[in-house]
């Protein structure tokens, strides 16, 4: 069945592009926060969400709920495994 049917493979791949994305970001934060000018840079502050769109701003939203709400989805990685593992 594919993931997108099914409700515990969509929060399994859902949990696992957030992970991802916020590793990568941790790795190599220029991917998601290009170099930017001082003006551009006080902009970013007011308003960061703004000039990230497509699928390099989808990743850095994700990155951002991983960075901000890390202990909830190790959490929820964690329980997501012992479902896989243990229930599934």
């Keep these: 069945m594919s993931a997108i049917f099914d409700f515990s493979s969509l929060i399994t791949v859902l949990l696992l592009l957030i992970c991802t994305c916020t590793y990568l970001r941790e790795l190599r934060p220029a991917i998601f ?6 003006e551009q840079q006080q902009q970013q ?23 901000r709400l890390s202990p909830y989805i190790g959490a929820s990685c964690a329980l997501m495994a012992i479902h896989i593992l243990f229930l599934k």
């Excluded at 926060?33 to 001082?38: C, E, G, L």
């Excluded at 502050?45 to 960075?67: N, V």
Aim: aromatic share 6%; net charge positive; hydrophobic share 30%.
């Design 45 to 67: 502050q007011r308003k960061p969400h703004e000039g990230r769109h497509g699928i390099a701003g989808f990743c850095w939203k994700l990155s951002r709920i991983g960075e």
């Design 33 to 38: 926060d290009p170099a930017m000018t001082p």
